[in-house]
């Protein structure tokens, strides 16, 4: 083993000390061991008795160095390594925060892995800590997605742009040819692992007329496509195939095997020319199957019983729910957030702030609670037919129950009821929690049902069937948190719900303006279960909304 893999050793073992807190000063000496070892020569070949003796090292490195020459390991190590959290060694790699803050992250704000910390920035937690300020925020916001940007797996939202530009960039290439975006991205899948594209021309002449573009690597090819990797972070795959197979093609690379299977089974031997996708499903008997719905065997049946129609679009979204504002972590004032919503033609903002609990958001106390609501009051008279509505998102408190009394509860329109903490639960436990939170009479909505963020956390374990059936039966809605890193209900459950008439509300949890826009990818991931619009709660217009929380809140409180 060479000086530079024991001084490697010697500095990670005083960085995850520093991350644990403990001893300073012999993290600090471990450090100096380290930068001393890489100068000194090699010390495989010094004798052991003469170590402690060398320049910058003491008896306690000595004794450590000599440990890994014998045995190629370091027990100290190895039992630090062994209590940290394995996305604690990510934040190593990120920019902007070192051992010291990472203990700040770590221990204060229980934060174990870079998505999570990702996600709290952009929620500005990171900058009520000691130690952090705007600017540090930002830099650690720009390290993360760089680093995420060269990990292969991408949410969707942070591949549209891309797909749009290479797409412009391809058609460019080829003026000529017909070319269309395929893939997992077509059907609006939350992570994509590359972006595939479909024209109508050989391989052979792709990749020469790709060849010029040496910022794009080729990095595998057959008869049917050419994979490159691009500047851009993500890979992309070119298929070839002939203008009379262009739409088939592009129908069969844009659906999952399972629906391609089935497809087959209604399909004769011949060879469809068809111009469009609706000229293509009419020649098999079938109404258009949109992309995002070609996932399932069952699609094919359950399309003939569902009209497209009226699956759910963005535009249907008629108010904002779950936004937050400066009151808590939030950005921007409440009336900011209520002129944004009002420009982008809502006709209600539901500001829900964090709770009490949420001491990392500045969560509201009941003094703040009454002020916030004696402010909406007026900017209701000023803003009128535009309404704020008043709740907030409230903690599932350990125990199941939400953050207030039930007096201070009752000052609300609706409640969101969320989990934030101790996120490390088994089934039973997370199951125990979120039930006796459902059934708590002023829950109006059950927030992010799991927890996830997805390519960073799992959600903790639920039976999916199980909660849903509590929310039946104690009507409160389920979310469908339209935070590209969340998309929490995962919209393979929707269905279910569906079959149990429970409502689902796609709610951007905006921390900013700018989120507001977030329930567009709600949107995307909604339609993949063929949400209908009357089944969704920020559809309903001014009128509807209040009516049905008042409605569900007079039944529910006094019973």
């Known amino acids: 083993m060479d000086n530079y893999q024991i001084a490697d050793y010697f500095s990670l073992l005083s960085k995850l000390m520093d991350i644990h807190g403990e001893n300073a000063f012999k993290s ?17 070949e010094i004798p052991f008795e003469k170590i402690a003796s060398l320049k910058g090292i003491g008896s306690s490195a000595a004794q450590k160095i000599i440990e890994i020459l014998q045995t190629g390991k370091l027990l100290s190590l190895e039992d630090i390594i062994s209590k940290t959290p394995e996305g604690i060694f990510e934040m190593l790699q990120i920019k902007g925060i070192g051992p010291k803050k990472i203990n700040t992250i770590w221990k204060e704000m229980e934060i174990e892995t870079i998505g999570e910390l990702l996600y709290a920035c952009k929620e500005n937690r990171l900058k009520l800590y000691k130690g952090f ?12 997605e760089f680093y995420f940007k060269n990990k292969g797996r991408h949410l969707y939202a942070q591949v549209e742009m891309i797909a749009d530009g290479l797409l412009a960039f391809l058609n460019n290439i080829f003026p000529v040819n017909k070319i269309d975006i395929t893939g997992s991205f077509k059907r609006q899948l939350e992570i994509i692992e590359e972006l595939e594209f479909i024209i109508d021309t050989p391989p052979e002449i792709v990749e020469l ?15 049917k496509y050419l994979q490159y990797s691009t500047p851009l972070g993500i890979e992309i795959k070119i298929h070839s195939t002939v203008s009379e197979l262009f739409i088939e093609d592009s129908i069969v690379l844009s659906s999952s095997v399972e629906f391609n299977t089935a497809l087959k089974n209604i399909k004769d031997k011949k060879i469809f020319s068809a111009k469009t996708e609706e000229e293509y499903f009419m020649s098999l008997g079938l109404p258009v199957i949109p992309a995002y719905y070609r996932e399932h065997e069952h699609a094919i049946e359950n399309i003939q019983l569902k009209k497209a129609n009226d699956c759910i679009d963005v535009k249907d979204i008629k108010g904002i729910i779950h936004s937050h504002s400066n009151w808590s972590d939030g950005s921007n004032t409440i009336e900011e957030m209520a002129y944004a919503a009002q420009s982008l033609g809502m006709e209600y903002l539901v500001i829900s702030d964090h709770s009490k609990s ?13 002020a916030q609501h004696q402010y909406i009051d007026e900017l209701n008279i000023k803003l009128a037919p535009f309404r704020i509505f008043k709740s907030i998102e409230s903690d599932i408190l350990n125990d199941g129950n939400l953050d207030y009394a039930d007096k201070i509860l009752n000052q609300f329109d609706l ?54 059936d ?15 890193s969340r998309l929490d209900i995962d919209w393979r459950h929707i269905e279910y719900a569906l079959e149990k008439n429970v409502l689902i509300s796609i709610n951007p949890d905006a921390h900013t ?43 529910k409180c006094n019973q």
Do not use: W
Not at 28 to 44: G, R, T
Not at 358 to 370: C, D, H, N, R, T
């Open 133 to 144: 300020g705007e600017k540090t925020q930002q830099n650690v916001i720009d390290s993360i």
């Open 358 to 370: 949420a001491f990392y958001a500045q969560g509201l106390s009941e003094e703040k609670i009454m």
């Open 209 to 223: 007329n790709m060849s010029s573009k040496e910022e794009f690597e080729l990095t595998e090819k057959n008869e």
């Open 470 to 484: 509590a929310c039946a039966a104690n009507k409160v809605v389920i979310e469908l948190n339209a935070h590209p």
């Open 415 to 468: 409640i969101i009821a969320s989990v934030h903490s101790n996120l490390k639960m088994n089934e039973e436990k997370a199951m125990s929690r979120l039930i006796k939170a459902i059934e708590n009479p002023f829950t109006t909505i059950l927030g992010h049902m799991t927890g996830r963020l997805l390519l960073s956390r799992p959600g903790y374990p639920i039976n999916h069937r199980t909660i849903i």
């Open 28 to 44: 600090k000496s471990y450090a100096s061991a380290a930068f001393s070892i890489e100068k000194l020569p090699p010390l495989s």
């Open 513 to 555: 303006i700018d989120g507001l826009n977030d329930v567009k990818y709600g949107v995307l991931t909604a339609q993949k279960a063929m949400l209908p619009k009357k089944s969704n709660l920020s559809s309903f217009s001014l009128k509807e909304f209040t009516d049905y929380i008042q409605k569900t809140k007079s039944t």
